[in-house]
């Protein structure tokens, strides 16, 4: 299949609330870059990468606009303002992305370990299929609790993952996915699940486990030491 350019969006705009910190989890800095530089770092040289954007709050649009023309500066780059919630501010980024884009990546901010052979990995299977999602199979049992927590139900784990990003996407399909939302007033959890509710196909591409999301302090404490260690 011919290479198609890809375009690359970022949310940004979570804050930092569960790390107990005021600034926003892609800001805080680990080993003197913010998380969100080390994220991106991850992209720089992807085949095809044609275009970045990243959704962020307004305090820090001119600081990320900055960040983007200095790591990709043969690309096209925005940082536009982000949303109420995650699907907003993907919505916004949309916006920016140009029409000879042919797939669309989602990766979060605060994911800065995804490697270079998975987002190709992930790349190949959507360019195929329509769309892909790094995922990793489920290591622990997992309960479906009702309202009281009691457990109602203990699903096969042989046919459970968890879900990671990069998520891609064909781009008419992406957009077609977030129009359908939209129209329907529905809220997905991932992008792959707007995709799932209009009937449309995505496969998963197992990654690792390094590919995790800072969310916790001890994620935090984690990433440093892995950051450290790779120099």
């Known amino acids: ?56 709050s307004e305090e820090y649009l001119l600081q990320t606009g900055e960040l983007l023309k200095e790591l990709f500066p043969d690309i096209a780059t925005h940082a536009v303002p982000g949303g109420r919630e995650r699907q907003d501010s993907i919505k916004n ?3 920016k992305i140009s029409g000879k884009t042919g797939l669309i990546a989602v990766h979060d901010a605060v994911r800065p370990f995804v490697s270079r052979n998975d987002i190709e990995k992930c790349i190949k299977q959507a360019s195929r299929w329509g769309g892909a999602v790094l995922a990793v199979p489920a290591k622990d049992t997992i309960k479906v609790a009702g309202t009281d927590l009691e457990i109602v139900k203990t699903p096969d784990r042989n046919t459970l993952w968890q879900a990671q990003t990069p998520q891609i996407f064909w781009a008419a399909l992406f957009r ?56």
């Not at 198609?4 to 800001?27: C, D, H, M, S």
């Not at 359908?180 to 591409?205: P, Q, T």
């Open 176 to 231: 077609e996915a977030y129009q359908y939302a939209e129209v329907n007033r529905f809220h997905g959890s991932d992008d792959a699940s707007l995709i799932e509710k209009m009937g449309g196909k995505v496969v998963l591409v197992e990654g690792s486990a390094k590919n995790f999301k800072i969310t916790y302090p001890l994620d935090l404490q984690i990433a440093d030491f892995l950051i450290q260690k790779e120099g």
């Open 93 to 95: 980024a949309l916006g």
């Open 1 to 56: 299949m011919e290479k198609q350019q890809l375009a690359l969006i970022i949310p940004a705009a979570g804050k930092g609330e569960r790390l107990g910190n005021q600034v926003p989890k892609p800001y805080l800095k680990i080993a003197g870059k913010s998380i969100l530089e080390h994220t991106l770092t991850r992209f720089k040289g992807v085949s095809g990468l044609g275009e970045v954007i990243v959704s962020t």
